[in-house]
């Protein structure tokens, strides 16, 4: 056990006789731990990415936003002189209360878990429906482009003609490198083009695993919020339902769950059909410029992530071959005669 980590716990918070600090190994960008006291309290520690710690502030402030409105937000806790955050040996660390809370594997989301994950992602849209929330500055939402793309995939394969064999991460990604090169070609799209609206402060990473349902189904805590930023709830819909409802291999029963997921939604903040296609091809554009895993994998030496880029690039798969049709029955949501749209 670090000492010295226990020293700076104890002096920052009014935290006594802490027994362990446990590393937790779930978790794909961070560093998470659970703290235990002799009194069998628990905290959970995370300690931030260098690029989070950067804003932090905005982050603390739109957690508190949300959880003062009603949304079931875990929020840190505070240090003795009010922070929400501390410092220890040039890492920023956020200490939150331990929750015990119940994971639902993706498989195994109901309608009901379904229904009520979009509806709260509803409410917390609403909450930008009359403008900006009084939180002092925040970051814009990602655009993407082709000129970074390209570049960033010449630098990661100078990287790879380095290595005297490759192993299957690096066909993998050499797989999704072309393509995402030949979608890049197809297109020739730029991120105007789209033109949705930054209408919302949004969650960011909005998705089952950053969730905690209770025993009726309902959305008990979320968490997570690193990726926060001012941007379109249209694109941040198109991001849940594709992660959360449209599984591999993307056949009838991914459909109905993104149909649950889009009426659910509906019944309270009613969406726009034109913005929702625009976003629709717009996640669809972000996905094969973006090149998140692999940046995580060759330039920030991240392996954790790994476990999930098959599954990525089939979605890519899917979505080159089918943007179309998923655009088409998606649009058609609202129609209860035809609950698939086809």
Known sequence: MDQSLVLTLEKEFSIVDIIRIQHVELGYLTDNFVVYTAKNQKYFLKCQRHETARILPFIEETELFFAKNAIPVICPLQTKLGNAHFIHEVKTYTLYPFVLGTHIPRDELTKVHIQHFAQNLAHMHMLSKNGYPLITSFPIQDFWSKEKTLQGIKKIREIL????????????????????????????????????????LLHGDYHDYNIFFNSAGYVQHIFDFEKACWGSRMFEINKAMRISCFRFPFEEASYEKCMIFLRAYDEIYPVDIDELIRACYERHYYSFHSLWF?????????????????????????FSQNIETFVRRISHFRDSSNPTGQ
């Not at 290595?163 to 991460?169: E, G, I, P």
């Not at 880029?309 to 979605?315: D, G, N, Q, V």
């Open 294 to 318: 692999e940046n995580e994998h060759y330039i920030l030496k991240n392996t954790r992530t790994d476990s999930l880029m098959p599954i990525e690039l089939a979605k890519l798969k899917y």
């Open 161 to 200: 003609a380095q290595k005297k064999s490759q192993d299957d991460f690096d066909r993998l990604t050499e797989e999704s490198f072309s393509l995402k090169e030949k979608c890049i070609e197809q297109y020739a799209v730029v991120y105007s083009d789209t033109a949705l609206m930054n209408d919302a």
